[in-house]
């Protein structure tokens, strides 16, 4: 019998912020771009509860969460602390949760029988609780983690426990924050039918448009529809939507992932062209992924990417494959660059279009 655990930390950046130090405890916190008193350009990256309870959410317009907090303010309650993103704290803390989990999952000399974990993200873990043999017995473990990720870390989690990698993940979101939800295999049918199709990995806002015309809003009305169907509206898409829609989901526990990456962007203050002063906040962004390359354990890289996007939002990335792993600062830097010259000049930016935002990031690491 396979068992499943998905572990997710609530609000990961904000929570390890306010865990950090007594003065923001029980405060509303937004972690990102500086807001600049309402005119900052970038977005939130993580609110805690608190700020959700304002509205403040991830991918937020920053400038957008400095009104909802000054609205609140004006109503007699607590401000908003915005706080810049610190990845070295959250790498660290990421590593930590790992230690953790495999701490209370230790390997088996038998596969079938689990004990692998995938960090999934920073703060996202999958692992295989199948040597537990019975859900029961799968909760304890869980619980565990929990409680010394809370000891240790300050912070809470949520889990979700299933018979693969899909009910996990979806049960980890029902009860949060600090939530524990376990559904077993003769109960994922029933567990799923009344959710909205929005929790199903993968249906975004334009996938869930087209079904809402089709009168699908919940799993169970998903069902509804054939294979077929699927396939004709969404092409290859649509099977896993049927799938995933009766709670099937094959894929395994990957331990390493060479998909992990490390990156950052950051958004001007203004729409811009110039050539030096993109290059100044883009060594800098280099700079600083290279930094938490070598702090992470890592030795190696393998591909380099960029991403750009333009001032009418339109958004672009670029990747390369190195012919041999690198763990040089220069090749990196030099590479990158290389992806992001031709959105500056006319070979990918004919009509030299304004930018708002630059990203970079390695991947592949070893």
């Not at 873990?125 to 870390?153: G, H, N, P, V, W």
């Not at 294979?227 to 390493?256: H, M, T």
Request: glycine share 8%; aromatic share 8%; hydrophobic share 35%.
């Amino acid at each position: 019998m396979k068992i499943i655990a998905h572990l997710d930390m609530d609000a990961f950046f904000a929570s390890l912020e306010e865990a950090g130090s007594p003065i923001f405890k029980g405060k509303p916190i937004a972690v990102g771009s500086d807001p600049k008193e309402g005119h900052g350009r970038g977005v939130v990256s993580t609110a805690n509860y608190k700020a959700r309870e304002y509205g403040i959410h991830s991918a937020l317009p920053i400038s957008v969460a400095w009104r909802l907090s000054q609205k609140a303010k004006s109503e007699g309650k607590l401000e908003v602390v915005f706080l810049p993103v610190d990845f070295v704290r959250y790498d660290k803390a990421h590593e930590d949760i790992l230690e953790i989990i495999k701490k209370h999952v230790p390997p088996q000399r038998d596969p079938a029988k689990g004990g692998k974990v995938e960090p999934a993200s920073i703060d996202e873990f999958y692992f295989d609780l199948s040597f537990a043999k019975t859900y029961k017995k799968a909760e304890e473990i869980c619980r565990k983690i929990k409680k010394e990720i809370k000891e240790k870390l300050r912070v809470t989690c949520s889990v979700g426990i299933g018979q693969n990698k899909l009910i996990a993940k979806i049960s980890a979101g029902i009860k949060k924050p600090d939530g524990l939800v376990v559904v077993k295999e003769k109960d994922s049918a029933k567990f799923l039918a009344p959710l909205g199709i929005r929790e199903i990995p993968g249906i975004g806002p334009k996938t869930e448009q087209v079904l809402n015309q089709k009168g699908v809003k919940i799993i169970k009305e998903l069902r509804a529809l054939s294979k077929n169907s699927l396939q004709e509206l969404f092409g290859k898409w649509g099977e896993d939507i049927y799938c995933k829609a009766r709670g099937i989901d094959d894929s395994p526990i990957v331990e390493n992932r060479e998909a992990k990456s490390i990156g950052e962007q950051t958004t001007f203050e203004q729409d811009t062209l110039n050539f030096i002063y993109i290059g100044e906040v883009f060594e800098n962004l280099c700079k600083s992924v290279f930094k938490r390359f070598l702090q992470s354990g890592f030795k190696t890289f393998k591909t380099v990417g960029v991403t750009v996007r333009f001032y009418d939002f339109e958004t672009k990335t670029t990747a390369k494959t190195l012919k041999n792993p690198s763990s040089k600062e220069k090749e990196f830097s030099l590479e990158a660059l290389k992806l992001l010259l031709p959105y500056i000049d006319r070979r990918k930016n004919s009509r030299q279009k304004l930018i708002r935002l630059i990203g970079v990031k390695m991947g592949k690491l070893q």
